[in-house]
């Protein structure tokens, strides 16, 4: 079994040309702050190229699963976690020696960071021989990182690494202080009298008092005169330093690439499990989605919008799940209802889903089967700059016909409450002839409007309404369902709005 990597399992899928820019339609589904709640506290890690790569293999994402699941026993994630903060206090290593001044001082710190890595490796080999791990991921990883362990390079390192710190310890030297003067020999089984000394004095002592006692520098870089000492303590030692150096100089890229390669990967299923965490112990529901490249018969139930869950949650508020489904001919889910009713974050909710989904990640939901697209096309409003010498509408239009022209029939199309800046009647028209073209292309999507005719378009169109509580339509539940747009409580929401309905005008007349 070939060992490739923790996040693809074939070589066809290196991550060589990491992607640095977060995908166009990030914004647009808030998929931006998910990934930045996901990632927060790992920056050593640089993860977020990897939630900028949707795969479009089922079976490398299948392979993710796999892991997930693994890693969702408590006692492989604690062996995980062990191993990281190994190679975390490796790299601080590593980094305090590249601070450092004085080179042999840098030498010894290079040589406890080889020290730690030759631990944290063994200790995960041995853990995972423990663990009933059953992942293609880690099955092959323990074979491939057992080999490296019982290679003759590694063990060499190992042993140079303990004999090295060994020696070191055996060093012992006095010091001679007088004046400005400080001499320095071996050690040569001087007696030691400060147990005898505090002995004598202790009778002496009456409470608490003043601490005379010099307070040393909790720096660890040397001073000039540690430096200085510790140059002569190497006259006195010659071999030991010197072995010391050449460790430096022959080891500076122990550090296996495939160890470095999973320590970092194996953290992107790990900071996901850690964010998914704090929706979980709320009762909410995560599922590992059927995924098809090939059958647009989808559903979700049970889920939500991850941004905004991760802001209601922090805030104590209640999170609203909602369900949905498209079988057989039916594309496009035509969702209206009144104005902050939760039809854009529905449209939000898709998107994620879907990207999630091609992550590789669990999705929020009780059950799902999504489809495996290639490209998420989103329109949403965006603000008129003052750069563009084009309309609202022209700028609408264009966008509009960039996503028709690169959409094809495995892609996933969200438009969000488009052409406000127009008529009625030209809104229609022109929402009319764009839905036409989606569902002649074959997309699958999600349309956001406030035109009912929509919704009743053709019969791959289905029409969802955000919900009020009947007897108070000013009130939202924030739940999408199934059924025909009427238009009411849309028209309810606006007359509210200016203070129109028969309440407020009855009240204007009293008055």
Not at 356 to 385: M, N, Y
Request: proline share 2%; glycine share 4%; charged share 25%.
């Amino acid at each position: 079994m070939n060992f490739n990597s923790i996040l693809f399992e074939t070589s066809e899928q290196p991550m060589e040309n990491e992607i640095s820019e977060a995908p166009l339609f990030f914004g647009d589904l808030n998929l931006d702050q998910i990934v930045d709640a996901i990632t927060s506290g790992k920056q050593e890690y640089n993860l977020k190229p990897f939630f900028y790569t949707a795969l479009h293999d089922i079976d490398g994402i299948h392979y993710r699963h796999e892991i997930m699941q693994d890693l969702e026993n408590g006692i492989v994630f604690e062996y995980i976690n062990s191993f990281a903060q190994k190679m975390h206090e490796m790299r601080r290593y590593l980094a305090q020696a590249d601070r450092l001044r004085y080179q042999k001082q840098k030498d010894r710190w290079f040589l406890d960071a080889v020290e730690i890595y030759g631990d944290a490796v063994v200790g995960l080999v041995n853990d995972l021989s423990s663990a009933n791990v059953k992942s293609r991921g880690l099955l092959s990883f323990h074979e491939h990182a057992t080999k490296y362990v019982e290679s003759e390079k590694f063990l060499s390192l190992l042993a140079e690494t303990k004999k090295l710190i060994i020696d070191l310890s055996t060093i012992k030297y006095c010091l001679q202080i007088k004046d400005n003067c400080i001499k320095v020999r071996k050690y040569e089984y001087e007696s030691d009298y400060s147990a005898e000394v505090e002995k004598t004095f202790h009778r002496f002592k009456q409470g608490t008092g003043r601490d005379y006692a010099a307070k040393y520098s909790d720096s660890v870089d040397m001073n000039h005169v540690e430096a200085a000492v510790l140059d002569l303590v190497a006259k006195l030692f010659p071999d030991i330093f010197f072995n010391l150096e050449e460790f430096s100089v022959k080891h500076g890229n122990y550090l296996d690439e495939s160890i470095a390669a999973f320590d970092r990967g194996i953290q992107f299923y790990v900071a996901w499990l850690e964010f998914t965490a704090k929706f979980k112990k709320k009762g909410l529901k995560f599922c590992y989605p059927q995924l098809s490249n090939t059958s647009q018969d989808i559903y979700d139930y049970e889920g939500f919008d991850l941004a905004l869950a991760n802001k209601l949650i922090k805030e104590k508020s209640e999170i609203i799940c909602n369900d949905f489904f498209l079988q057989g001919e039916e594309r496009i889910l035509v969702i209206s209802g009144p104005n902050q009713g939760g039809k854009t974050t529905f449209a939000r909710t898709f998107g994620q889903l879907h990207y999630l989904a091609s992550l590789g990640c669990p999705v929020p939901g009780r059950e799902a089967h999504l489809f495996l697209f290639d490209q998420i096309f989103t329109h949403f409003e965006k603000e008129e700059t003052i750069q563009s010498l084009n309309g609202k509408l022209q700028d609408e239009l264009l966008r509009i016909n960039h996503i028709l022209n690169q959409a094809t029939s495995n892609s996933i199309i969200l438009m969000n409450e488009i052409f406000t800046s127009t008529t009625l009647q030209d809104a229609i028209c022109l929402s009319q002839r764009i839905m036409a073209k989606i569902i002649e292309l074959g997309s699958l999507g999600v349309w956001v409007t406030f035109l009912d005719e929509l919704a009743t378009f053709s019969r791959e169109t289905v029409s969802m309404v955000s919900t009020v509580i009947p007897d108070n339509p000013a009130l939202r539940t924030y739940k999408v369902v199934r059924k025909p747009a009427d238009g009411l409580a849309y028209a309810m929401s606006i007359a509210e709005k200016y203070r129109l309905t028969f309440a407020c005008i009855r009240e204007r007349i009293t008055l």
